[in-house]
């Protein structure tokens, strides 16, 4: 009995007559309506369709509500009873495809169903039923039409993933092409985090939705797999930049790590010699940079120092010392250029004040200057170390004598770090050369410091070379030939250089002829940054 019916009625006992009648109906009933059954979308969309389940009937009832489907491969159908959760990159979770659902008399139930198409054009159906348990002749059916065609889509988070790790290492790429031309340390930096950032990005993608497509032709409406060497084009860029990268570092670091090679007879070292003296024919001298006077330090920095830089030499106190700060000095004021020279001894530059008095000046801090030198327009004798303002007046009012609209190079040797150290704190010579190394800058000069790291300790060292854009060491070594001097570039901001530690001798800097055809003795650890 699907349906039960009760009649209540009054009626007068003494007519039969019948005042007032009601009828009650016991019925099952339900409604099932949707908004949209026919959904167009692109391949790799999602089609979404929903549906209002309602108990129309006087009783509450349960019902069974079933999903069929025929659909193109690869697609995927999701069903709810509600609203279907998100899943990025187009993928689903299993769902039933048959619900059964208890309503009371009068409530509503909202359905969803979620069509993913593939990469596959086509048609797909979906029908969904509903029958009632109480009665099984109460159901209905609704039929989900979706359609997939023309050019498939990316998901949204997956292409700006991908471009993102095409980005990051087109960025590694160009890291390694600066890296190459100018050895930038910065640019081997970004190239070393961008470079495994584009594997990453590539891998996670790979990893989320292995499958695309792209548009076939118009007459076919086919779709092609995706290319997977598109896929694989970030990973094979970052690997290859940071391959590079990486290399690079180890070729930086391996002077550090192997001591110089001593050969054991006269005939190895004479052809070490032969191979690694073929850098005195070194042709590469880079624009913007002015000599040393020394040919052989010139050579390694692929030039000279870099103009407008301050380079601070680090050297004990000897012979080689003397007549790289010589030498410096020379080339500056036999070139005409403004040259500055702050010491407390004039030996190496006594005649180079008196013969280029209009270009050449001398700063000497010793009490004892009037019998060093005689006293001249380009002369400042200072009574010592004692007061840095004395030193930074005497420097002030030689640059009221200089021409500044003439934009020349111009050059300074500051001696005196060692003895100033001494006198003051660290402290102090820091906040000091913190004003003047840019009030030089500003005023176009290169500027050359010396300091012997053997009178300070350490830590007073590093203060001082930390301000410094450049650091060229001049030092001993125990070699089978006994004490010898080496000199090498440990530092040049963003430049590039030869990092060769040269063997330096006494006669080969005082030559002044031939230097590019001659050998020299150099120590092995040869490469350019």
């Not at 108990?55 to 999701?78: C, F, K």
């Not at 910065?186 to 961008?194: F, P």
């Not at 060497?229 to 192997?258: G, K």
């Amino acid at each position: 009995m699907n349906n039960l019916g009760l009649v209540v009625f009054v009626q007068r006992d003494d007519t039969q007559e019948i005042l007032q009648a009601a009828t009650f109906l016991k019925r099952m009933a339900f409604s099932l309506a949707s908004p949209v059954t026919v959904e167009s979308v692109k391949p790799n969309e999602t089609a979404s369709f929903s549906a209002t389940l309602t108990n129309t009937g006087t009783l509450d009832d349960s019902y069974n509500l079933t999903l069929t489907q025929s659909l193109p491969a690869g697609w995927n159908v999701l069903f709810c009873n509600g609203t279907c959760p998100s899943y990025p990159m187009g993928r689903t979770a299993a769902s039933p495809h048959s619900i059964i659902t208890f309503m009371p008399v009068g409530a509503s139930q909202n359905l969803a169903i979620d069509v993913f198409t593939s990469n596959t054009s086509g048609n797909g159906i979906v029908t969904l039923t509903v029958t009632s348990q109480s009665d099984p002749t109460q159901t209905y059916s609704i039929v989900f039409d979706t359609i997939a065609a023309g050019t498939p889509t990316w998901p949204l988070l997956t292409l700006s993933l991908f471009l993102s790790a095409i980005g990051f290492a087109l960025l590694s790429l160009f890291s390694s092409f600066f890296v190459f031309r100018s050895g930038s340390k910065r640019g081997r930096r970004i190239g070393l985090v961008a470079s495994p950032t584009s594997i990453a990005i590539s891998i996670a993608v790979i990893a989320q939705h292995p499958q695309f497509a792209l548009p076939g032709s118009a007459e076919s409406g086919q779709a092609v797999e995706f290319l997977s060497l598109l896929y694989l084009a970030p990973i094979l860029i970052s690997a290859l930049a940071l391959t590079f990268l990486m290399r690079s570092r180890e070729n930086t670091l391996a002077p550090e790590r192997f001591p110089p090679a001593v050969s054991s007879s006269a005939e190895q070292q004479a052809e070490q010699e032969e191979e690694i003296g073929s850098m005195s024919g070194v042709k590469t001298a880079f624009p913007g940079r002015i000599a040393t006077g020394y040919k052989d330090l010139d050579n390694l920095l692929l030039g000279g120092i870099p103009v407008n830089y301050a380079v601070i030499m680090t050297s004990p106190s000897c012979d080689e010392r003397d007549l790289l700060v010589k030498k410096f000095l020379e080339a500056g004021a036999k070139q005409g250029q403004i040259t500055f020279y702050v010491t407390i001894e004039a030996r190496a530059a006594k005649n180079l004040a008196e013969e280029f008095q209009s270009n050449f000046y001398l700063f000497i801090c010793n009490p004892q200057a009037d019998t060093v030198i005689e006293s001249l327009p380009n002369v400042f004798k200072l009574r010592g170390v004692e007061s840095l303002t004395d030193i930074n007046i005497a420097l002030t009012a030689a640059f009221r004598k200089l021409d500044m609209t003439l934009r020349t190079p111009r050059r300074a040797c500051i001696e005196i770090i060692s003895d100033v150290l001494l006198q003051h704190h660290a402290l102090s010579i820091r906040r000091w050369l913190s004003a003047l190394v840019p009030e030089l800058k500003s005023r176009d000069f290169t500027t050359l410091a010396v300091i012997n790291p053997a009178m300070h300790h350490s830590d007073e060292v590093q203060a001082i070379l930390d301000l410094f854009d450049g650091e060229i060491s001049l030092h001993e070594e125990n070699t089978a030939k006994g004490l010898q001097r080496f000199l090498r570039v440990k530092k040049m901001y963003n430049q590039r250089y030869l990092e060769t530690e040269l063997h330096v001798r006494r006669e080969r800097i005082c030559s002044k002829s031939k230097w590019a055809t001659q050998n020299q003795s150099v120590g092995a650890r040869k490469h350019a940054r």
